[in-house]
């Protein structure tokens, strides 16, 4: 093991250079090759070569020490050009890779720039400058390993049960299609950024777009978008633009937003009334969303205009508006009823069923289980009361036996045998969605692969990404959905992943956590190097006084138990 440096907190961006900078220097001459009069084994000398091919860390790493874009970045992939508007793109035919001559010109140009074109290359193209292409030999996209732990445990086993399914102890199960209010509010930057891009083009095919996403922003059904005279000013052509800045990307979307998703007409009425005009409807529709989504109060509402107060009492069908008769109430009477009627919308959705499909009912019957269930010893059980606040996050480990041990065994039984619906229900759809995951994980972790395993990999992953944007059509994919589908590469190259995978790293971060350091900064690397040389010094001489083992046995003992400790540091 080579100890380069132990570097404090998280360096933003590009800023890592330095360290990596030092690595680099010490690597350069091993590619040549040094010679050592004498080692510990050879008297008479060795000539030492050495390379850094793979690299290996978790996603947020990796983007940073390869010189890779952010996961949101419209450039996401560190293996292809696939952009994330495409994320949902299941075919790896259709992607594009990336050029590795490309990216290192790219990243040469980068490193010389001035400031403002870095940003710029890095915006259009994804990349940066990162010191391990002063390496001759080092690829940065083959190189950058895809690391299977957190691609599988900590990846897609962590998003499927926290994000696509989501937990919530204090209500019970869900079927995982009501939608959260929070949540629902949040569009993904990637999807506004493509629907903004299409407005602004104007295309012929945009009310379709529109329509199929559901966003009828700017339109109406009857209207035709052909002439640009028609829209509104947002919508008319104008040349192609790029958000530089997230701030200027917030504002555009919150005025987008502004825009109600009611089609509004953009002609007034003959008789002259005004209430179906685009101001009107837009006026109309933040009123309307305000009420929906927010907490108002009494003083609040009774600043609306009457006509508006009166027109949202119509469309919620409010006592005595929910008759065909005529009926004038005063402001005053109309707030009233309609403050009444959200605050028993509210209770009425705080004790409806939620979206997360794992509740407090689902979650006795997994704790149950586990308490019956009796593990092998070399399986670490995962805690008995996960999935509530006071349990804190779960290892990589535990996330492996929950999902693949526990869970199984108590959805297929509730969801499975227990479930009196057809077999076409949507518990028993999501079942099988989830032990596709499952069994793809499975053989990714297997310690052999072959053509036939991967070929397996490769459908039942495939498989299991369409069900899961069959069943929750809410769900965006992530970056980890789609490195599950470019792993299958380092499998055919690399081969299985147990013999570069990060627990026993992890271990190593444990280990330099659990080094005291007594607050003397830049004395870790020596302390490191002393603690790390004892170790070695006393293994060879166990390993040539076999003697020394009998006086030193109850200490090795001791020492032997420490190292079988299960510390992984996560």
Known sequence: ???????????????????????????????????????????????????????????????????????????????????????????????????????????????????????????????????????????????????????????????????????????????????????????????????????RANTPTLQQLLEEENKKVICSR??????????????????????????????????LLDLNARPPSFTKQENGADDNTYSSQLRYGKLKRNFEEDELSKST??????????????????????????????????????????????????????????????????????????????????????????????????????????LVITLIRVWGYGNREEPQSRRYQMLLNFLDLVHSLHVLFLRETSPNSRAYYKATIVKYLRGVLELFPDVVLSSNHHLALHVIADLENMGPGHARSTPVFERINHLLQETKKNGHLGQVEATMLVSYGQMANLQILLDQYPELREEIKEALAVLEDIEREDHRGM
């Open 1 to 199: 093991m080579c100890l380069v440096t132990v570097i404090p907190g998280k360096p933003k961006q590009h800023h890592i250079n330095h360290t990596l900078s030092a690595l680099v220097s010490q690597l350069l001459p091993f590619w040549r090759g040094i010679s050592y009069t004498r080692t510990a084994h050879y008297r008479t000398g060795r000539t030492v070569f050495m390379a850094l091919l793979p690299t290996v860390c978790d996603t947020e790493a990796a983007i940073q020490i390869s010189g890779f874009a952010a996961h949101n970045h419209t450039y996401f992939c560190r293996r292809c050009l696939l952009p994330i508007n495409d994320i949902h793109n299941l075919e790896p035919d259709t992607w594009i890779m990336r050029d590795p001559d490309k990216h290192k010109e790219l990243a040469l140009e980068w490193k010389e720039a001035p400031q403002a074109r870095r940003e710029a290359i890095y915006r259009d193209h994804g990349v940066r400058w990162t010191e391990l292409l002063s390496l001759p030999y080092w690829n940065p996209i083959p190189h950058t390993v895809i690391d299977d732990m957190h691609l599988g445990y900590l990846g897609l086993f962590r998003t499927h049960l926290r994000l696509i399914w989501g937990i919530d102890h204090e209500k019970n199960s869900g079927d995982g299609l009501c939608p959260d209010t929070e949540k629902q509010r949040k569009l993904s930057k990637a999807s506004l950024r493509h629907l903004l891009n299409e407005i």
């Open 222 to 255: 009857t209207t035709s978008i052909a002439n640009p005279d028609m829209l509104p000013p947002v919508a008319r052509p104008a040349q192609a633009f790029h958000f530089d800045k997230d701030q200027e990307f917030e504002d555009l979307k919150s005025r």
């Open 301 to 406: 509402m009774m600043s609306w205009p009457h006509a508006q107060l009166e027109k949202l009492c119509k469309e919620y069908s409010i006592p005595p508006f929910d008759t065909n008769n005529l009926v004038s109430l005063k402001k005053e009477d109309m707030v009233r009823r309609l403050l009444l009627w959200a605050k028993r919308r509210d209770s009425s959705l705080k004790q409806s069923s939620p979206r997360a499909v794992i509740g407090k009912d689902l979650l006795k019957e997994v704790w149950a289980d586990m308490a019956r269930s009796i593990l092998p010893s070399w399986i670490q059980p995962a805690p008995p009361k996960w999935g509530i606040p006071a349990t804190g996050k779960l290892s990589a480990d535990e996330y492996k036996v929950v999902c693949s041990i526990s």
